[in-house]
């Protein structure tokens, strides 16, 4: 098994900043050639695909509503993914998760979650 474990969650205001990070541990996979992802459920909504990175960390992807304000990186070296957070706005405000190794059926793994909350 392997356990993702997220923090970094917490309080600020519109126009702030956070980084989010997920660290990998338990059974080791192989960082370098295993995508990572962040999903994010507002209350009341579905969870929804914030960011993707793929295993090299040289090909990432974005939903259209985080483009140009969040950068998604990993250290594999410390089986960590990061989720840089600027220019927040409130309705950035959800749990964050974490997510590796994507198959036909899904993500694999998934972390317990880290609440963002953005006053306006």
């Known amino acids: 098994q392997v356990q993702l474990v997220e923090s970094g969650g917490g309080l600020v205001q519109a126009g702030g900043s956070l980084r989010l990070s997920c660290a990998a541990s338990?059974?080791?996979?192989?960082?370098?050639?295993?995508?990572m992802g962040w999903f994010r459920q507002a209350p009341g909504k579905e969870r929804k695909f914030v960011a993707r990175?793929?295993?090299?960390?040289?090909?990432?992807y974005y939903a259209d509503s985080v483009k140009g304000r969040f950068t998604v990186s990993r250290d594999n070296a410390k089986n960590t993914m990061y989720l840089q957070m600027n220019t927040l706005k409130p309705e950035d405000t959800a749990v964050y998760y974490c997510?590796?190794?994507?198959?036909?059926?899904?993500?694999?793994?998934w972390g317990q979650g880290t609440q963002v909350t953005v006053s306006s």
């Open positions: 990175i793929t295993g090299s960390g040289r090909s990432t």
């Open positions: 338990g059974r080791t996979f192989s960082s370098d050639i295993t995508s």
């Open positions: 997510a590796a190794v994507p198959t036909s059926l899904g993500w694999q793994y």
